[in-house]
């Protein structure tokens, strides 16, 4: 079974808030990887795994006070 891949548009904008807000992930979607690229304009959040609910992260990512859209 191959893996999905969600790309997320964050405001993250600094790699300790990025291991943060990883750690925290791991926790809701253990069995995910996770890659920021805060160079990138929109900040991407990549996530690699077996059901990915998009809604989750956005949510969890809001309740920890930064912004989060999937992009499609």
């Known amino acids: ?3 999905d891949i969600k790309i997320f548009k964050t405001n993250v904008v600094n790699a300790k808030d990025a291991g943060y807000i990883m750690l925290c992930l791991q926790k809701l979607v253990s069995d ?13 959040l990549r996530i690699e795994g077996k059901r990915i609910s998009s809604q989750k992260v956005v949510d ?7 912004q989060c859209a999937e992009l499609f």
């Open 1 to 3: 079974m191959m893996n």
């Open 32 to 44: 995910c990887q996770f890659h920021f690229d805060l160079q990138d304009c929109d900040r991407i």
């Open 60 to 66: 969890s990512l809001k309740k920890l006070g930064y």
